[in-house]
């Protein structure tokens, strides 16, 4: 079986990002990018599940500026087999990253689509969603266990209050969530020879699609700056605080 | 206008976040319907028709929509979509699971967690895990939208709607739902809870959680725990505030043993009184706390509990 793997460049998760004085937007100019975690982790899967035996093949797609193609580097480190970079300089919103990967969905015939729940810059968790509609495939996301037998696919799912365990007719579409795996880290000796395994390179005229956004990005701001209170110097302090004080406990 | 709220509910009874969907519906203004799709239904709509400023409440009352799987639910809500401006619905796991299936079968975009309304086409909504507000517009002449509900105040009952009947049936040969293992639990659900007292990487290991137990107990908390908690493997995934867990704003949050990473403020900055107990009198938490105690929490709360 094959399995597809998208992921997405965004801004490392250990940096403080910083709104531009002009409020258009996050300031991204020399900030270090990485991989989005969630397709850290979603990448982690698509390896084990041909580690098991499960997958032949991995295909890692990205849609995005040139210098995505660095992460997509990363995945073949991390396991994936080729790369497909969909490359467009435009900001690129979930419904437009849906269709480019629907397109390549029909192309590669995949059993598995694997993605990340949501990118931590956006913050929009859609687009696996969104493709599975496109597609019209069954979606399994915030997967936290994912079992394929036979043509079927189990996903437990991390929902509010617990799990929730489904089952998809492959193909299908699965997002990650945090405690599906631990991703690995590349070796030296697989980031070398990741730089010789095959990166298609296609436009979004070339699939026949555009990924455009239709919402417009009026306004960037900091959020409202939460004022630090008092110290207390004990527990008796802290409870009559909170009775007399602030009112929050009787 | 007229606006299409997706009602959440568990277990026959409606979900609190619902009234917050409704009060962001309210904030766009026009009719407001109320869709309760799910399988023996009948007493979430009839709650539903009690909220405040809804003209009717739509019920699609079958096996087909058995645990809102996104498939069928989906298809559902896109099929009524085209009498509406706006499709709205809770920023929760159901809710983000179905809308953006909704909003791709109709092609237009979906807007996320949105956290305030600008003006019927216009909102703000966290990005970055909270670090920065975005006020986006949409273009599409339908607006498909989750809403954060501690953005959004609970609309209020004393209504009364007329309740209908939805006939469409999606056919669904593509998912089956397995099984559920929900936490049992005798206190109030994390992002409902008025009070939340949460553990961090500081409580040592998941035993030591039940040093919160009892501090819940007398004060009706949800007790709730930060990433750095949850990736130990102190406790599930479930109890994890923050961006990548739930988004809570109690009157009272309590932070035990927690640094205060963004990622945990992102979930917890609303609230209305935040109390940081921690050893590390430089710890992050302290910044946000409207009251600190530089303390060994395991000295600190066995008192705490014995002093409610």
Known sequence: ?250 | MSILVLAEHHDGALAGATAHVVAAAQAIGGDIDVLVAGEGVGAVAEAAAKFDGVSKVRVADSAAYAHLLAEPTAALVAELAGDYSHVLAAASTTGKNVLPRVAALKDVAQISEIIAVESPDTFKRPIYAGNAIATVQSEDALKVITVRSTGFDAVAEGGSAAIEAVDFVADNAQSTFVKEELAQSDRPELGAAKVVISGGRGMGNGENFKLLDGIADKLGAAIGASRAAVDAGFVPNDMQVGQTGKIVAPELYIAVGISGAIQHLAGMKDSKVIVAINKDEEAPIFQVADYGLVADLFEALPELESKL
């Open chain 1, 1 to 250: 079986m094959k399995v597809l793997v998208a992921v997405k460049r965004v801004i490392d998760y250990n940096v403080k990002i910083r709104v531009k004085p002009d409020h258009s937007d996050v300031d991204l100019t020399n900030v270090k990018m990485a991989m989005n975690p969630f397709c850290e982790i979603a990448v982690e899967e698509a390896v084990r599940l041909k580690e098991k035996g499960v997958a032949t093949e991995i295909v890692a797609v990205t849609i995005g500026p040139k210098a995505a193609q660095e992460q997509l580097r990363t995945a073949l480190a991390l396991g994936a087999d080729r790369a497909i970079h969909v490359e467009t300089d435009e900001r690129v919103e979930s419904l437009g990253a849906a269709k480019a990967l629907a397109k390549l969905v029909e192309e590669e015939q995949p059993g598995l689509v694997i993605l990340g729940k949501q990118a931590i810059d956006s913050d929009n968790n859609q687009t696996g969603q969104m493709l599975a509609a496109l597609t019209g495939l069954p979606q399994g996301t915030f997967a936290s266990a994912v079992n394929v037998e036979g043509d079927k696919v189990q996903v437990t799912r991390e929902v509010d209050g617990g799990l929730q365990t489904v089952e998809l007719t492959l193909p299908a579409i699965v997002t990650t969530d945090l405690r599906l795996n631990e991703p690995r880290y590349a070796k030296l000796p697989d980031i070398m020879k990741a730089k010789k395994k095959p990166l298609d390179v296609k436009s979004p005229a070339d699939l026949g699609i555009s990924v455009g956004s239709r919402v417009k990005l009026l306004k960037v701001e900091p959020p409202a700056e939460r004022q630090g209170g008092v110290k207390v110097g004990s527990v008796d302090e802290l409870v009559d605080k909170l009775k007399n004080e602030a009112k929050v406990i009787s």
